[in-house]
């Protein structure tokens, strides 16, 4: 167990909805990352944040939002949902500030987002 | 562009036999580089990290990685396989020149499968 929790497990919905991710990083860590795992993309970095502010983007789309409140869990938001948006949601948590890259980031179990 | 390379979409090794997992990286500079293994219907676990010095570096469940600045690479290694190894491994990296973030860039992973 690595000490970051997300819910739910599991989501089916439609093309077209929103849904929204939640994770809460171990005890501690103020940094958080959102990933995507798909089987054509593999696992793609999406957006970090720390300690409520967000301090680096990658591949995510302008259909999707996440943010950081201040007890530091966070949430990512899918809007507008596409089958090709089914995928492995992952957070991940580590400690430090984002500059401090030696530290490994903890990863929750993942929320598995399928889209009909 | 920075990427990761893991050549082998597959490894299969006999239990007790030694195993490699190939990792090679292209990125700017000095990296931080790590491994992570990743169960079925699990998230990803840390496995060890090269961030300076030796360059074989010791990690969880009896794994080590090598690192060879000359070939950019970072393979991981076990002496003696165990069933119980067969998953998903992924090998990483962190730029040291991403800035204000510790965006990690994953490789596509590899799939180990130890034969009893």
């Known amino acids: 167990d690595s000490g970051v929790t997300q819910t739910p497990k599991h989501l089916i919905t439609a093309t077209g909805q929103r849904v929204t991710l939640r994770c809460s990083p171990r005890?501690?860590?103020?940094?958080v990352y959102w990933y995507q795992q798909s089987l054509d993309q593999g696992l793609q970095f999406l957006i970090q944040?720390?300690?409520?502010?967000?301090?680096a983007k990658g591949n995510i789309l302008e259909r999707f939002s996440a943010q950081q409140f201040p007890d530091l869990h966070s949430e990512l938001n899918l809007s507008s949902l596409e089958l090709g948006d089914s995928a492995l949601y992952f957070c991940?948590?580590?400690?430090?500030?984002?500059?401090?890259?030696?530290?490994?980031?903890?990863f929750g179990p993942g929320t598995r987002l399928t889209v009909l | 562009a920075q990427s990761v390379a893991q050549p082998e979409d597959q490894v299969n090794v006999a239990e007790g036999n030694p195993l490699t997992v190939k990792c090679t990286y292209s990125?700017?500079?000095?990296?931080?580089l790590f491994w992570y293994v990743q169960y079925p219907n699990r998230g990803l676990q840390f496995l060890l990290k090269?961030?300076?010095?030796?360059?074989l570096v010791k990690g969880s469940y009896g794994f080590e990685a090598e690192f060879n600045k000359s070939q950019t690479s970072f393979h991981l290694k076990k002496p003696s396989a165990l069933v119980s190894d067969s998953a998903l491994y992924f090998c990483?990296?962190?730029?040291?020149?991403?800035?204000?973030?510790?965006?990690?860039?994953f490789g596509t992973g590899t799939l180990l499968a130890v034969q009893p």
């Open positions: 090269y961030i300076t010095g030796d360059n």
């Open positions: 990125v700017s500079g000095n990296p931080y």
């Open positions: 944040y720390y300690n409520g502010e967000e301090r």
């Open positions: 991940a948590s580590s400690v430090g500030v984002p500059t401090s890259g030696y530290n490994e980031q903890f």
């Open positions: 990483a990296v962190r730029p040291l020149r991403g800035g204000a973030t510790n965006k990690l860039i």
């Open positions: 005890s501690g860590d103020l940094s």
